[in-house]
């Protein structure tokens, strides 16, 4: 495996996955209610300016669960509940930084959706999802997700550019 941050990283078979360790660990929590799904626009930290679903990365001690309620309760001021796991994507980037974020759904939530200083909320139809407007991985895993589906993906970015992936 080539040391992340040498350029030297062209695909993710590049990239010994058994041995891959995420710098950081995070959640996405997709809660929809009837035909719509939350996502945010991020307002600061990786992917400001981006829409993409809410969440965060895990807290010393805590579990991955606790931290999708967490995160979601931080950042739109809503409970979910019936969390559903719907998979794992593994990133990493082309300047070293690495993230595994493990993906939830929910179909119900307490609380009405809030601005906070970390994102706006936005209720979006599922058929007219901003996928030009989020992560270019996005538009491969989350319409599978939003089907009830589970997904495993890793995928290798310079900055904001999809170099490579594999999902399945």
């Known amino acids: 495996m080539t040391v992340p941050g040498t350029g030297r990283l062209k695909t993710v078979e590049d990239i010994d996955w058994a041995l891959w360790r995420a710098v950081d660990t995070a959640t996405l929590t997709m809660i929809t209610r009837n035909d719509q799904v ?6 600061r930290g990786l992917g400001a300016g981006k829409i993409t679903g809410p969440g ?9 669960q606790a931290c999708a309620v967490r995160e979601v309760e931080e950042e739109v001021h809503i409970t979910p509940a019936d969390l559903q796991p719907r998979g794992e994507l593994r990133f990493q980037f082309l300047d070293g930084y690495s993230i595994h974020v493990h993906v ?4 119900a939530h307490r609380g009405e959706a809030q601005e ?14 901003p996928y030009e407007q ?4 996005d538009v491969l895993w989350l319409p599978r997700v939003l089907a009830g589906q589970s997904v495993s993906g890793d995928f290798l970015f310079d ?8 999902l399945t």
Not at 134 to 137: E, K, L, N, R, V
């Open 38 to 43: 939350l996502l945010i626009r991020k307002k």
């Open 56 to 64: 965060g990365r895990q807290e010393k001690g805590e579990t991955i």
């Open 104 to 107: 939830f759904t929910a179909s």
């Open 116 to 129: 906070s200083d970390e994102a706006t909320p936005l209720w979006t139809p599922i058929d007219s999802i």
């Open 134 to 137: 989020m992560w270019a991985d």
């Open 159 to 166: 900055g904001d550019r999809m170099v490579d992936y594999r």
